[in-house]
């Protein structure tokens, strides 16, 4: 147990759907994170929040949306998705952004797109 | 931000001590250098972070020259159970961007 939790843990949707992940922590952190990992690839930064600001977005395409309502909930808005977005999706959170700050990761939602 | 590298795949068998090696060449000053864990379907897990020279912890140590150009990993007495894909990073901007590589996965056998 990290301390993050995310749901759902496995998600299955047609390419017109609109699903969102979600994510929340329980360790008071300041900082969020949306990491995407496809099969055999490394694990790829998506979006970084920092006291419910976006201060990273890193090149993604616009079917993806997140949102910081808090610091400590983190959604990721997702519709008209590709059948190359089938990946896991992992959150993460920090005590701040900054060099050298340890993340915390949760499980991550299984994301297939048919 | 620096890039690491390190290599793809290690085996090693229960019981001995291995080490892995992550190159940083391009490591700047103030950069830390992070390792982490992650087994299949998960999320990676810290596993230790250092400076400089040596750091210890109950689960690895993390040997780091004086160039600071390179890091050894080291894990004492491997079990099956630490088979994973083992990620070492360096640095990261004020934006918190943390690039993760592809890791190494560490095959334990019997």
């Known amino acids: 147990e990290t301390g993050v939790t995310q749901t759902p843990r496995h998600l299955v949707m047609g390419m017109t759907n609109k699903k969102s992940l979600k994510c929340e922590q329980h360790?008071?952190?300041?900082?969020m994170y949306w990491y995407k990992q496809s099969a055999k690839k490394p694990l790829e930064l998506m979006f970084v929040?920092?006291?419910?600001?976006?201060?990273e977005n890193n090149s993604v395409p616009s079917r993806f949306s997140p949102e910081c309502p808090n610091s400590s909930h983190l959604f990721l808005h997702l519709h008209t998705l590709q059948p190359e977005d089938s990946a896991l999706y992992l959150c993460a959170s920090s005590p701040v952004v900054e060099q050298g700050a340890k993340l915390f990761f949760g499980s991550g939602t299984q994301l297939s797109v048919l | 931000l620096a890039k690491t590298t390190q290599p793809i795949s290690m085996d090693s068998y229960e019981g001995q001590e291995v080490n892995i090696t992550c190159s940083h060449n391009n490591i700047a000053t103030n950069d830390y250098i992070t390792w982490y864990q992650q087994f299949p379907s998960q999320g990676p897990r810290f596993i230790i972070q250092g400076y400089k020279t040596k750091v210890t912890n109950e689960v690895a140590s993390l040997f780091i020259p004086a160039d600071r150009k390179s890091s050894t990993l080291s894990l004492p007495r491997v079990s099956l159970s630490d088979t994973a894909v083992y990620y070492c990073?360096?640095?990261?901007?004020?934006?918190?961007?943390?690039?993760f590589g592809q890791g190494t996965t560490l095959q334990v056998k019997p």
């Open positions: 929040y920092s006291l419910e600001e976006r201060v």
């Open positions: 360790l008071g952190h300041n900082a």
């Open positions: 990073l360096s640095g990261s901007s004020n934006t918190g961007k943390l690039i």
